[in-house]
Structure formats: C-alpha cells, structure tokens
Nanobody, 115 residues
C-alpha cells in the first residue's frame, strides 16, 4: 500500500504562486507515473499535469506555461509549481500515483485563488 500526502495548498491572490508537494511512502516512487488532478464541485475531476518515470511531462491546455510538474527521486516527491494563478484555478488538488495497473490517491489539498 502506497500512501500519498499532499501539502502546500492555501489562499493566494490572483497572479500569485503556490507550490504543491506530493510525498510518497514508497522508496521506489521514481518508477511511478504521477498526476496532479483538481476537482471543483459540479465539475469533472481534471488532470492538470503528469510526469512519467523517465521525466516526461504533460499539461492540460488551461495550465500550460503557468504550471510546472517536477519530481525529486531522492525525496520521493512530486511537486507542482503554480504561477500566475487565476480564480478559475480554485479547486481541491489531488495527487495520483500509478504503477502497472494499480493507482493510489492522496487526500487532497485546497487551493483558493481570490482577492
């Protein structure tokens, strides 16, 4: 069983930045594909960014150029740097890890972008 713990959410003004971190309980986290999702009530959960074991990344069109996903294999973490935040980025952000056919989710962290 892999445990994922997100941190770094909070309240930020439009145009501001936040850095989310997903820490895993496994020492082989570097082998996992990891995605950051977000969910807003009334909307479908959205894949924001993902990173594979080799370091390749992908982003939703809505965050390209503003968000950056990265991983630190020594620390077993995957971070999401969010810049130029907009009110529409407000959501609960979840970390998901996948290895073969198994997936694990974190508990989520709230991000609120408001003046």
């Amino acid at each position: 069983q892999v445990q994922l713990v997100e941190s770094g959410g909070g309240l930020v003004q439009p145009g501001g930045s936040l850095r989310l971190s997903c820490a895993a309980s496994t020492s082989t986290f570097s082998r996992y594909t990891v995605g950051w999702y977000r969910h807003t009530p009334g909307k479908q959960r959205e894949l924001v960014a993902s990173i594979v074991s080799g370091g390749g990344t992908s982003y939703a069109d809505s965050v390209k150029g503003r968000f950056t996903i990265s991983r630190d294999n020594a620390k077993n973490t995957v971070d999401l740097q969010m810049n130029s935040l907009k009110p529409e980025d407000t959501a609960v952000y979840f970390c998901q890890a996948q290895f073969t056919i198994r997936t694990w989710w974190g508990q989520g962290t709230q991000v609120t972008v408001s003046a």
